[in-house]
């Protein structure tokens, strides 16, 4: 399957100067995202327990930002800390239902990662959580988990697997090998996934070369890619609001 001439449309993960350790604004992105040709992005500023981060209001204070911005549409996200391998988060419900599309990640200031047994059943646990929609960089080596309980616990919460591009970039070889064998099993057991950047500077966002090479390369089917196009991700965005309704 050939993906030379792919843009993908949407981001689901970037962070702007909110984020507090990131050098980008919504206007950086959304100029990049017209010079590139996409058609839209999702904040996901991180969660108020990292050092220097926004308040734990700002999923709510991002209903000031309008669904389109240029020609842009502009989702509502979030990169929550899990804080324990019961799955708690760092941000509360009450904040978390103003959100289009919600990340959560172990980061080493809320959470050290622990055993694979500990980390597989943190992401298990905050997969069921209903505001969650996708696990962020699972393919950290330094929070080793179990990667098919990962995929096919995603699968059976109907939610999505993230290829961060930066997992395949030159300089991060320790996590190619986990992100190569996760997409793998994405394509055994026909999980979702997203694409993302996890831009912390806006040049990073519509640059996705090497996800794109891998996945010509084993062949992915590009029904499972989310963010492939707008329309798509529009999609599961309210399958997702449906799914929050039952």
């Known amino acids: 399957m050939k993906y030379s001439n792919v843009i993908i449309e949407v981001d689901p993960h970037i962070h702007t100067v909110i984020s507090g350790h990131s050098w980008s604004t919504l206007t950086d992105y959304t100029e990049q995202a017209i010079k590139t040709g996409m058609k839209g992005f999702c904040l996901s500023e991180h969660g108020c327990r990292t050092p220097g981060g926004p308040p734990e209001f700002i999923p709510q204070a991002q209903m000031q930002v309008p669904e389109v911005y240029k020609g842009i549409r502009v989702f509502k996200g979030l990169e929550a800390n899990i804080l324990d391998y019961d799955g708690s988060l760092d941000v509360r419900e009450k904040y978390l239902k103003f959100l289009d599309f919600c990340i959560a990640s172990i980061h080493f200031f809320c959470l050290r990662g622990g055993t694979e047994e500990q980390n597989t059943e943190a992401y298990r646990n905050v997969l069921r959580n209903p505001y969650v929609d996708m696990i962020g960089h699972p393919d ?38 986990n992100a190569q064998k996760m997409i793998k099993l994405c394509k055994k057991h026909e999980v979702r996934i997203c694409i993302s950047s996890d831009a912390h500077w806006h040049e990073m966002m519509g640059e996705y070369t090497a996800s794109l090479n891998f996945l010509e390369e084993i062949d992915f089917p590009k029904e499972l890619i989310v963010n492939l196009t707008l329309e798509r991700f529009q999609q599961y965005v309210d399958e997702r609001r449906a799914r929050l309704l039952k």
């Open 140 to 177: 950290d080596p330094e929070v080793p988990c179990n990667l098919e309980a990962l995929v096919l616990e995603t699968k059976n919460q109907n939610k999505v697997i993230e290829l961060n591009n930066r997992s395949l970039s030159p300089n991060r070889i320790d996590r190619a090998d």
